[in-house]
DNA sequence: ATTTGAAATGAACAACTGTTCATATACCGT
DNA sequence: ACGGTATATGAACAGTTGTTCATTTCAAAT
């Protein structure tokens, strides 16, 4: 039976691998590495302690993949399919993509639980401090100031700084973010939160946009 | 000797349980509160482990000590001074002060070792997130919103939601703080995060405010 | 000089930590 | 059916953890 050949393979090694990594990333997203024990996970899932070691060297090294998987995770990928195509798209709305997808990790459960990780660890952990500032902050803000400044030249927008505009679109959005897995936390209501990252890209588009009553002269 | 008497009142006692305080924050913000032995803080301090026992319960109540200590700190009070006497200064140079005192946190050694324990501990320790909430953000967001409540009815400002400036106010800040508090750990340069401070005052008051050439007419 | 009380010490504890390893188990290809 | 390989187990380890406590130190008040 081949079928069944690829379902034990499936199930054997790499499965249950995902499964010290899914069990993981959960505990250390809300009781933060150290103080998940190796007897914490192999708890979780099931299993005793020992058996962790035969897929990973030590818990280091489970930190360190699941940090791995940071790099292409939605996280650190806001642009991901956006970028090149949708950049004629009306300007506002693309604006609005943006923020929705920022809005949108926060109610994935294994993106929230990276976002946590991603804020819990950042102070201890040089590695993850590089990939937030490399991957997640330097890039977004570089791709949105090429935006802004693709605006500016189509006239779409009216010019300035556009490493400045970048910023000032990013930081409400990645606040607003925190804010929602802070009160998830304790369990309150986000409606309040979740409504500003729409409210941002409204204020902040009439703020930059060119009056297009001005074009009639 | 009364002199005497006043230096050893000042040595004993209360003295040593500052000491703790103050080498336990300095430990805490940068290893985070578990990472931290109780043999850590005495052996920073030259002291056996059992003497901290003298002035506290226990670890926790170390901690705790320090996070009460927050609720009254500069982090959490960002109007304390201005508020109502600064309420009838130019709009622009009210909210430029409370963007420096924003940005002289992250420049003061206790400041930034407060923010720094915060930030660590936030989605660990319940009380922690309660204080930030309630008098970090709530507090602080409410305050501003009045204030551009009132700009508004002095047509200093164009009008709109009070509570949505605020916000997009206040998070570039909280952002551009935990930027610098990030690269100070690096020992990177922090000058363009700092600049950002006033850039983002200059924008958002561009954004806001009321033309004065209109009242020509 | 003696007493007193607060603060520091040294030693020890029980619990918990990450990790190792010899052994056992289950499943695959042959 | 068999042998091999990957995975799981049980038990143990050495080190670290927070905490306790009887004893000592030492300066202040009597």
Redesign the pocket.
């Known amino acids: 039976m081949s079928e069944?050949?690829v379902n034990?393979?499936l199930l054997?090694?790499s499965n249950?691998k995902s499964k010290i990594l899914k069990t993981s990333l959960k505990l250390f997203s809300s009781k933060g590495f150290k103080a998940?024990?190796?007897?914490d996970i192999a708890g979780a899932m099931g299993?005793?302690?020992?058996?962790l070691?035969?897929?990973f060297?030590?818990?280091?090294e489970i930190l360190e993949t699941l940090v791995s998987e940071l790099t292409s995770s939605a996280i650190v990928r806001i642009f991901a399919d956006k970028d090149t195509q949708e950049l004629h798209k009306e300007g506002k709305t693309l604006l609005m993509s943006i923020a929705t997808t920022f809005k949108l990790i926060s109610f994935d459960g294994q993106n929230e639980a990276l976002f946590k990780l991603l804020m819990q660890e950042i102070y201890r952990n040089e590695r993850i401090r590089e990939i937030y500032n490399e991957h997640f902050y330097q890039e977004n803000v570089k791709k949105l100031s090429g935006l802004f400044f693709s605006m500016m030249q189509n006239e779409m927008i009216k010019s300035g700084d556009p490493l400045l505009l970048a910023n000032e679109f990013f930081s409400p959005l990645f606040f607003y973010q925190m804010q929602v897995s802070l009160l998830k936390l304790d369990k309150k209501s986000t409606s309040s939160v979740v409504s500003m990252f729409e409210k941002h890209v409204d204020l902040f588009w009439d703020n930059i946009k060119i009056e297009k009553q001005s074009t009639l002269f």
């Open positions: 069944q050949n034990t393979a054997r090694g249950t998940t024990t190796v007897r299993v005793k302690q020992s058996a070691y035969n897929h060297k030590n818990k280091d």
